[in-house]
Structure formats: structure tokens, C-alpha cells
């Protein structure tokens, strides 16, 4: 049985993303219940709720982690099914996760190209192109306005903001689909939080499509277009971001509010 939640949904030329009915139990615990997300293209999506209502759960059915026990997921309306995290990367979903996985040791432009390094000659003489990785490296963090000194100075010597600006380039340029960040400010200061949601809004104007899990509801009201909110597992409501606050977001995660999502 799905939800009776009437969710309203985009029209469908304008879904690039569309999940249905997901759900997923690990043992004994249900973290998703007929779950459903449908993703505007060149949109920001806010996938909300309280801790544990699903949110890694859906985005790692989403991206491969986790096979879903039940449900449907589309892009541009044909239906995909992930084993892998690298099977939903050649499909063009990057995500940005809590914990970045970029590599301290190794320059900022060999992270931009980790696991996708460009080579140049044939045979035996193959080689790292790293004269033209260099060079484009550069030209996509200038591209998006990404501050960083050298593209050769390695990660480790970068802040915490650097470090997350790199890492959502990087998911920008791969990933031609679509964008996925976990709490990206999640642990960073003031100025680096705003430089990263410059960043993000810069990534909307470029028309990417993203989804943002975030706990911060001024943050969702300054970079999302859509709210869709999970609770246990659920989803039980979907808003155009600019016609709610961050008290009716904040109802919607938490249940306060009866018939919320009901209409
Ligand atoms: N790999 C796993 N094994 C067992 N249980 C899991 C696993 N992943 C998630 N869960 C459980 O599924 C439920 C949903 O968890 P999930 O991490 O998806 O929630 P969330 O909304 O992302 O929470 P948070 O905001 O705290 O990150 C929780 O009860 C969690 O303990």
C-alpha cells in the first residue's frame, strides 16, 4: 500500500528524477515505507526530516548503496536500477558526501580527476595528462568561482570550506545529472557556509539539478525550490519552498501540525 499523502508532484516533462514506492527494512528496522521523490530538473530539491527518518537511506537507494527492498526509480522517465555507487556515477549522479572523500596527500587537481584521470599515448607509453588535468582543473574552480590558491597545492593545506567547495565542483562537473549533498555545511563556519551556498546557488543558475539533505531550515529556505519531507520513512509532504517558513518546515519534520501535507 502506498501513502495516501497526495503529493503534488511536477509535471512530468519537468521530472529528471523520480523515485516510487521505495522502501528498504535493514533487519528488523523499516527505514523506508513506500517512500517517493520526484526531482525537478535544474531544481534544488530539500529532502527533509528529524535523525532516522530515511534520508541517507533513500539517497543511498538512489545512488547504488543500497538496493531498494521495493519500488521504482526513473530518469528522464526510463527506469534505472543501481548495483553500485560507480554504476549510478556513469549514469551521471554525483554526490557530495558528510565525509569528504577527498584525498589530503594529493593536489587539488588530482582530486577533481580521482578514478577518472586522463591519460595521453598508446600501449606501454600511456601516461597521466596531468598538464591538461591541471589545466582544466583550473578552469572549472574559476568556472564556478571556487577560491582556492593553486590547483597543485594539495588538499590538506585547504580549509574547511575550501575543502567542501572543491568536493561539490567536482560533483558539479561529473555529474551530469544530477548533484547530491549531504549536510554540506554541516561543519564549517559562517563564512565558509556561505561561501558554499554561493556556490550551490551558482550551481542552480547553471541549471544543475540538486538534492540537499540539510537539518538547517534558513538554509533550505535560502537555496531550495522544493521541500519534500520523510517522516519514519515516509514521505508525507512535498512544498514550494517560497510559500512556507522555516516554523511550517519545521511542523512538517516533526508532525506538529495535523493534516500537514494532507491537502
Ligand atoms: N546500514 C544500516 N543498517 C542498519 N540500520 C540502518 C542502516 N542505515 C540506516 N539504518 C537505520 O534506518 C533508519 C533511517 O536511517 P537514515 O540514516 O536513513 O536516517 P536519516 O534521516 O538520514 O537520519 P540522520 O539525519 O540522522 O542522518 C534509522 O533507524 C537507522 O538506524
Redesign the pocket.
Known amino acids: 500500500m502506498n501513502t495516501q499523502v497526495t503529493l503534488h508532484k511536477p509535471a512530468t516533462d519537468d521530472v529528471l528524477l523520480e523515485a516510487t514506492n521505495l522502501s528498504k527494512s ?2 528488523a ?1 523499516q ?1 523506508l515505507r513506500h517512500a517517493d521523490l520526484a526531482l525537478e530538473r535544474g531544481k534544488v530539491t530539500a529532502l527533509l ?10 539517497v543511498r537507494c538512489l545512488t547504488g548503496v543500497h538496493p531498494p527492498d521495493t519500488g521504482t526509480i526513473t530518469i528522464n522517465g526510463s527506469e534505472v536500477s543501481f548495483a553500485t555507487p560507480d554504476e549510478s556515477r556513469r549514469a551521471g549522479i554525483e554526490t557530495v558526501y558528510q565525509t569528504l572523500s577527498l584525498i589530503d596527500d594529493l593536489p587539488v587537481w588530482q582530486n577533481l580527476y580521482l578514478r577518472r584521470e586522463l591519460t595521453r599515448g598508446f600501449g606501454p607509453l600511456r601516461v597521466l595528462d596531468k598538464s591538461t588535468m591541471r589545466a582544466n582543473a583550473t578552469e572549472i574552480l574559476t568556472e564556478l568561482d571556487v577560491d582556492i590558491p593553486s590547483v597543485s597545492s594539495t588538499v590538506r593545506r585547504m580549509s574547511g570550506g575550501q575543502r567542501q567547495s572543491i568536493a561539490i565542483a567536482r560533483a558539479a562537473h561529473w555529474g551530469k545529472q544530477l548533484v547530491v549533498m549531504d549536510e554540506p555545511t554541516a561543519a564549517l563556519g559562517v563564512r565558509e557556509t556561505a561561501a558554499v551556498e554561493t556556490l550551490v546557488r551558482g550551481l542552480r543558475k547553471r541549471g544543475v539539478t540538486v538534492l540537499l ?1 540539510s ?1 538547517d531550515m534558513s538554509q533550505v529556505k535560502r537555496l531550495a525550490d522544493t521541500a519534500v519531507v ?1 517522516r519514519r ?1 515516509t514521505t508525507v509532504a512535498r512544498r514550494d519552498v517560497a510559500s512556507v517558513s522555516p516554523d511550517d518546515l519545521v511542523a512538517l519534520i516533526t508532525g506538529a501540525q495535523p493534516g500537514d501535507g494532507l491537502e
Not at 49 to 58: P, Y
Open positions: 535493514f533487519d528496522v527505514a526530516g528529524d535523525n532516522g527518518a530515511g534520508k541517507s537511506t533513500l539533505i537539518h520523510l520513512g
